[in-house]
């Protein structure tokens, strides 16, 4: 099975900086791409960031250029976002998702994944 594992959210104050880490098992990591999503309240899911793991491509929501940095080990099956310079706006649960078979026009783009790790929540203070 597909298991995909998110962990690191929390409560930060604005300006601070959190990692979150996506752990994936039971497919072969170098050939997804692997993306984060965020949903705050009220609000639609929306594509934040996608790394191919085959290539380590980027990809990066305009909303979070310059402040995040997504980044793989591919030894260790697991998809890191370094998340800096946090803002208020930046509070969601955050969503990890892997498989998107369509190219990188998708990869920001929820409907292209497959499979979804569970949420971790962020909370940034003002």
């Known amino acids: 099975d597909v298991q995909l594992q998110a962990s690191g959210g929390g409560l930060v104050q604005a300006g601070g900086s959190l990692r979150l880490s996506c752990a994936a098992s039971g497919f072969t990591f170098d050939d997804y791409a692997i993306g984060w999503f965020r949903q705050a309240p009220g609000k639609e899911r929306e594509g934040v960031s996608c790394?191919?793991?085959?290539?380590?491509?980027?990809y990066y929501a305009d909303s979070v250029k310059g402040r995040f940095t997504i980044s793989s080990d591919n030894a260790k099956n697991t998809v890191y976002l370094q998340m800096n310079s946090l803002k208020a706006e930046d509070t969601a649960v955050y969503y990890c998702?892997?498989?998107?078979?369509?190219?990188?026009?998708?990869?920001?783009?929820?409907?292209?994944?497959?499979?979804w790790g569970q949420g971790t929540q962020v909370t940034v203070s003002s």
């Open positions: 790394i191919s793991s085959s290539d380590g491509s980027t």
């Open positions: 998702a892997a498989d998107c078979p369509y190219g990188s026009s998708w990869y920001l783009t929820e409907a292209c994944y497959d499979y």
